[in-house]
């Protein structure tokens, strides 16, 4: 279930290098809002609300800016590598009902059989979904699964409303084996 976040912002009229960093050093972020063929909206939002905001993953954003609201989600993050700070946010304007695409990461839960250990081989899956219902993570259950099981694109259970954007099902999403070197040890 889509998580919505509230920020209000303030309309940005000025440009460039040092007005962005001017804007940083006051606790502000410079953002940018798509709305698809339209003209962007430039906004600078508030530093702390925003950065704690941007830990959801596929969060739906509530921005109000002199009065007027639009429903965004993020498209891109720029942050500074050596500080940690983000320097800038493109946002994409979103409608109710609007179908997008997204990438959610994969997270496993359960044990699997014995010596096995579940591996992620695809980090992060492209999900088409309503905005009302972008799912911030897929879980894979491996409990009891066993060495050499694998859980394919087919069969990972996705939640409702939400449909897979890739073309290989056949590709496995979790692959269970045992470490070399762990068998050796249960051998002996």
């Given at each position: 279930?889509?998580?919505?976040?509230?920020?209000?912002?303030?309309?940005?009229?000025?440009?460039?290098?040092?007005?962005?960093?001017?804007?940083?050093?006051?606790?502000?972020?410079?953002?940018?809002?798509?709305?698809?063929?339209?003209?962007?909206?430039?906004?600078?939002?508030?530093?702390?609300e925003t950065t704690l905001a941007l830990r959801?993953?596929n969060a739906l954003f509530s921005l109000t800016?002199?009065?007027?609201?639009?429903?965004?989600?993020?498209?891109?993050?720029?942050?500074?590598?050596?500080?940690?700070?983000?320097?800038?946010?493109?946002?994409?304007?979103?409608?109710?009902?609007?179908?997008?695409?997204?990438?959610?990461?994969?997270?496993?839960?359960?044990?699997?059989?014995?010596?096995?250990?579940?591996?992620?081989?695809?980090?992060?899956?492209?999900?088409?979904?309503?905005?009302?219902?972008?799912?911030?993570?897929?879980?894979?259950?491996?409990?009891?699964?066993?060495?050499?099981?694998?859980v394919l694109l087919k069969d990972v259970v996705?939640?409702?409303?939400?449909?897979?954007?890739?073309?290989?099902?056949?590709?496995?999403?979790?692959?269970?084996?045992?470490?070399?070197?762990?068998?050796?040890?249960?051998?002996?």
């Open positions: 279930m889509t998580t919505t976040i509230k920020l209000e912002g303030e309309v940005r009229n000025e440009f460039g290098k040092g007005v962005a960093r001017r804007m940083r050093v006051a606790k502000q972020i410079p953002a940018t809002v798509y709305a698809g063929g339209e003209t962007p909206a430039f906004i600078k939002l508030p530093m702390k959801h993953t800016v002199d009065g007027n609201t639009v429903m965004a989600v993020v498209k891109d993050v720029q942050r500074n590598p050596v500080k940690r700070i983000i320097e800038h946010i493109d946002f994409y304007e979103v409608k109710a009902g609007e179908k997008i695409d997204v990438e959610v990461p994969v997270f496993v839960e359960g044990e699997p059989k014995g010596a096995a250990v579940a591996f992620v081989d695809m980090q992060e899956l492209k999900i088409r979904a309503d905005v009302a219902n972008l799912p911030e993570r897929i879980v894979v259950n491996v409990d009891g699964l066993t060495d050499g099981a694998k996705l939640p409702e409303g939400a449909e897979l954007d890739m073309t290989d099902l056949e590709e496995p999403v979790v692959t269970v084996t045992v470490p070399e070197g762990e068998g050796e040890a249960d051998a002996e």
